[in-house]
Structure formats: C-alpha cells, structure tokens
C-alpha cells in the first residue's frame, strides 16, 4: 500500500459529495463508505437514502452533507423510491423533457432498512429490473436506534434487544445471506465490498452504476458504537473481517462469482472478535462453532468463484 | 369537441390520466384495485399513453415509487382503495408534507375485518389527516373531470400538495355512466405542462426530506396547514376555469333545493344522488327540506357550510364511515365542530349507515329525514344513530 500513498490523490478525486461536517460518531465506518462511494459516483448520480444513521447524521434541517441530488423519505421504501426516480427521468427524457444523459440512481439503506423491513421492496425493485444501484450499508444491527439486533446481526453477537445474559450468547441465528438473495433474483451485478480496501470499492460502485438493470452493494461498515470497539481500530477492524472470512469480498457478475481477494488461509475469526465488545462473552466452543461455519462457507463460496472461473475457460 | 359516450366510470378516469398525459403510473393491482389502473397498463402498452408503467410489489412501493417520480418533477398518478390505501398510510404523509403533487384516485371502500370489498368510506377516513387535498364526486362525470383538475390544483406553485378524488366503490367506480370526454386539445387549454420548482438534478443538487428536530418541525407543519388552507383559492380558481373551458362547474359543495328550507340533509360522494330523489319526494309531499353534497373534504369548507345552514333548523347528516367509541361519522364530528361557535345554529343529527355497500334506497333516505327531524324534536341519549342496522 505504501508505494501507492504517493499516487492516491491523483487516483480519486478530491471532490466530497459527501461533505464533511456530518454527526456521524467517531469512526463511523459507514459514514467512510459512503464517502468513498460517493466519490466514485462522480457528478450524474442521485441518492435515495432510507432512514437511518447515515440520513439522521447527514441532513438536520437546515444542514446537508449532500452535494449530489438527494432524498429521503421512509425507512423501508428506498429501493420503491429509487424505482420511481428512475421511471420518472426515463418517462421525462423519451418525452424529451430532460436530457439524454446517464444517470447513477442510487438508493442507500442500513442493514434493517435492506434486509428486515426493506426486503420487499428492494426485491421488487430487482425483479422488475430498474436501472439502479442499491448499497446496503451494513453495520449488523440498528444502530441508530440503540444497536437493536437485525436479520444481519451476526451469530453470538450482543444487541440490546437480542443481549447476551446468562442463558443466551446473544444473537442465535446466523446472518441473512444478503448477496445471495439478490444474486437470486438473477440481476446483472452483485458485489460486497469493504471501505478498508477502498479502491476495491470505488471500482466496485463504478462498475455497478455502469452496468444497465438493477444492481446491489452489499458493504460492511464497522460501527465502533454498537460493536464496542476502539474508533481508531475501524479500518483494522474492517480488513479483519474479510481476512478471517467472515465478511468475503467478491462479486457475481452475470451470474459469475469472482473473489476479490482470493485468500489461500483465513486468519482465525478470534483475531476479529477480540477487538470487540460485542463478542466478548463468547466461549470457547461458541468461538469453535463460528470458525467451522466461517472455514465451511468461505470454501463454499470459493467452489462457486473456482465453478465460474472454469465455465469461462 | 367533446364526445358523450356510456362508459364505466373507472375506466374514464384512466382516459382522464391518458388526457393529463401523465408520466408515470405506479400502482399494485390487489388490495383492492380498479379497472383504472389495468386500463392505464393497457393504454401504455399500445403505446396510446407515453408513460413509465411501475407494476409494484405493494401499495406501500405504489405510493413510495409515485414520492421518487413526482420528485424527479414527473407528473405522477395512481389509484388504490381500502386495504390498499391503509397500506400506504405512513407514505401518504410524506407526499403532503414533501411538497410532492401525486394525483390518486381513491376508490372507497369499506376495511376488514370481516373481509368486505364494498363501498363506504372506512378507508379514506383513517386518511383525513394526512394533508392531502381531498374531492369527494357524486357520479361519473363529476370524478372524470376532478382528475382532471386535481393535476392542475396539485401542481399549481402556489400549491404543489398531493390529491386524492375519491369516487365510492361499486357505486361509482364499477357502473357504466354518460360521461362528456374532452378531445386532448381543450384539455392542453385548462391544463399546463408540470414544472416541478426544484427537481432532483445533479446540476443543481437539493436535499429533499431533511430531518427535522424540535427547532424547526412546528414550523414546518405550521407552513403545511397554511399551505392546504390556502390552497382552496386556487382550487376555486381552478374549477372557474374548468368550467370557462367545459362549462362545467364545481363548488366546495353543492346545495339542492335548499331555498326556505329549515330541514338540510347533507352527505357525502355518490349516495348524494339518490338523496337528491329523497328531497325530491318529501317536497312533493309538501315538507321544505333541501340537500347539502359536501364535495370538498380537505381543505374544509367552513365558511360555506356555516353559510348554507344558516337559516335551517335542522341538519342531518349521513356518514359511510364510524369512528368507534366516538361521538359518530366523522363528516357529522366536523359539521358539529364548524358549526359549535355560532350564536344561531341548528340542530345536528347524526347518522352512520351505508357500511360495507349497504344501500340505501331513496324511501331509506326519506325515513332517515324523517327520524332526524323527530330526533332533533324530542332529543336522543345517543350521540348518533345507525341507519339500516338490524339490532
């Protein structure tokens, strides 16, 4: 990384559209993510943001952090929102009441947003395949409201409406598999992505834009808040994550998985938990059952990218 | 010119959409719909109707998708009723209070539980108050045209506020009616291109539904009620110039053989019209009574209701729709209430009848004036009476 600091500034653009300012919390790894894809967006892009963190922190009336065209209206509705921009601009320039420029729709939502109260209407969005890019940015519980437990709450992990006490370890489903529940839907792009590699990611939401049909985003976001962990350990944080394969970043292009970061050996899920709060109360077998899972799907996942690569040559 | 033909009302409306040459459509077809939207799809399709046609998962998405289109300064239509409307109850807040000029035709009808798919107004009564313009038709042709007029009210600068025109289920929306149909051009002649203020455009980004704190959210909903309150003007305004150009006119409401009268019934959307044959028989009988159809539900009329009862000793008044536990039919809360602070007032007798496509018959209305006239005389220990309920 270091012999590319020098060029940094000349890859990205210094422009912030999402300016700083905002009341995001110290070391908000989500508020990093959509700065970095907000980046990459570049001018022709409209946001839809759902209600949330990002949305509360971002625009107290008569505040905005946005310089790119943008609204919010509910909590479970921006993927619906986001179809209506995107019906209406197309309406507005085949009657020639707009010009025939592309435009990136972006809807953004958190984790309870996209995979609780959201599913319906970001699944319909995709299947009626709007011209859009959805981003899930996922700080695994809602953490805007007091870090109560979601679909994506990872397993043994402690919320405050799913706590670990003396005869529960927390969170005791396993996280809603996002990725493939869109890829479902048989759009043309998926990809998750992580602001610890940002580059991966700005190519990533680049890619997705450019891509014609529906796509979705699907970007782990350390929340030093509701994980318990230290503000300045985020990015650290956010690398541990996908190195010990709990979060794997790839993409399904067409329908074809490619890793992004292809790792021959995972560091042990411990490395990742013990740097949070959230996870401490978990036992050594608990540890043990993670890791097993954790090994299983990463070699799964790894099978599904190794099928791909083999279908193409 | 304008051609008279037999058609079914829903299916003139989305002829009236296809006039307004409307944008975008998006709407869920259960919960329950109409022929309106599955006539618009049609008119997409074979390319009649230039226009996004979103078929959404849900009547929630329907209204959510009509927030993002009217945003991005579309012209934006949809229709839902009952269920329906419930459904995309928290959405609807947003449009008013948004600035969002969505036009919805409301096809009311009665709420579950038990499961009814008929007409009362149940549903658009749980939406009194979410800050949308609201136009109650009597029949076909009076529905056909405040579409019409709803895009040109929502959209007006001075305005810029969604509309909702409700038309009664089954009663209106599902009967064939001689509705005038405009040619296209007289319709470009009362109704301008829509120009949304401040779209959503990269070239000159905004922030749209900014969150309020405790420091400006009064404010905000202060500056809303004004904005309703004075969007009546331009509702006047607008059926002056509809009727300039069609010769057809509408009031906020319409009085019916009111003159001298001391007993006025006043009611709501299509049972109106078979009111109208009630007053017509008991004055051949030789009693004075008259009609009042309430038409304009939000903003409320208060100076023309309190004008049109002024001389009357009397006003009954038919609810479809029951606030339970309450003091009866909200439209009778409302008259109660306009009319409290008034030295000389008449009498107000409520009744709640018509649920769940219930009929009532022209002998039906002519008991309930009957009923009304001697409660008003004797006086009741009920705040409102059921009309046409078996005990």
Known sequence: MEKYSVFVP???????????????????????????????????????????????????????????????????NAAAVASGVESGLKALVKKGKRPDREIGIVAMAGDGGTSDIG??????????????????????????????????????????????????????????????????????????????????????????????????????????????????????????????GIFPIYEI????????????????????????????????????????????????????????????? | MARRIGIEVSRSIAIAVKLANVDVVSAYPITPQTHIVEDIAELVANGELEASFIPVESEHSAMSACLGSSAVGARTFTATASQGLELMHEVLYVASGMRLPVVMAVANRALSAPLSIWGDHSDVMSARDTGWIQIFAANGQETFDNVLCAFRIAEDRRVLLPVMVHLDGF?????????????????????????????????????????????????????????????????????????????????????????????????????????????????EKGDEVGLIKLRLWRPFPFDEIRNAVKDADVVIVLDRALSFGGPGGPVC????????????????????????????????????????????RTGSDQEFEMFGVRE
């Open chain 2, 171 to 283: 009663h209106l929306t599902h009967v064939i009616e001689p509705i005038y149909i405009p040619e296209a051009d007289e319709v470009a002649k009362f109704l301008p291109p829509f120009e949304y203020p401040l779209p959503l455009d990269p070239d000159k980004p905004v922030s749209m539904g900014a969150f309020g704190p405790p420091n400006i959210y009064p404010e905000t909903k202060k500056a809303q009620q004004e904005n309703l309150i004075a969007s009546k003007e331009v509702i006047l305004e607008s059926w002056r110039e509809f009727a300039g150009v069609f010769g057809r006119s509408y009031e906020p409401l319409e009085c019916y053989q009111c003159q001298g009268a001391k007993v006025l019934l006043l009611a709501m959307g299509s049972f109106s019209e078979t009111a109208m044959s009630a007053v017509d028989y008991v004055r």
């Open chain 1, 119 to 244: 599913l319906q209407a970001l699944s319909g969005a995709l299947e009626r395949g709007h011209d859009l890019l959805y981003i899930c940015f996922d700080n695994e519980a809602y953490m805007n409201t007091g870090i109560q437990r979601s679909s994506a709450t990872p397993f043994g992990a402690s919320t405050t409406t799913a706590p670990a006490g003396k005869v529960s370890i927390g969170q005791v489903t396993w996280k809603k598999n996002l990725a493939a529940i869109t890829a479902a839907h048989d759009i043309p792009y998926v990809a998750t992505a992580c602001p610890s590699y940002p580059f991966d990611l700005m190519t990533k939401v680049k890619k997705a834009v450019s891509k014609p049909g529906p796509a979705f985003m699907h970007i782990i976001s350390v929340c030093p808040t509701g994980w318990r962990c230290a503000p300045d350990l985020t990015i650290k944080i956010g690398r541990l994550a996908v190195e010990t």
């Open chain 2, 333 to 376: 809360s409302e008259i109660r209430s306009a009319l409290y602070g008034l030295d000389k007032r008449p009498k107000v007798v409520g009744f709640v009848g018509g649920l769940g496509g219930r009929d009532i018959s022209r002998d039906g209305f002519v008991d309930m004036i009957r009923r009304g006239v001697e409660i008003a």
């Open chain 1, 253 to 313: 292009e067409d329908g074809e998985y490619k890793m992004s970061l292809d790792l021959a050996e995972l560091r042990p899920v411990q490395d990742y938990f013990k740097l949070q709060g959230r996870f401490r109360h978990l036992s050594e077998e608990m540890i043990k059952r993670i890791q097993d899972r954790v090994s299983k799907e990463y070699a799964r996942l790894k099978e599904k990218a190794a099928c791909s690569q083999k279908q193409k040559s």
């Open chain 1, 10 to 76: 000349k890859l990205v653009t210094r422009k912030e559209s999402f300016a700083p300012g905002h009341r995001a919390c110290v070391g908000c790894g989500e508020a990093l993510a959509v700065r970095l894809a907000c980046k990459a967006l570049g001018h022709d892009a409209i946001v839809v943001s759902a209600t949330g963190c990002m949305e509360v922190v971002s625009s107290p009336f008569p505040e905005t952090s946005w310089r790119l065209p943008w609204i919010h209206t509910l909590f479970e």
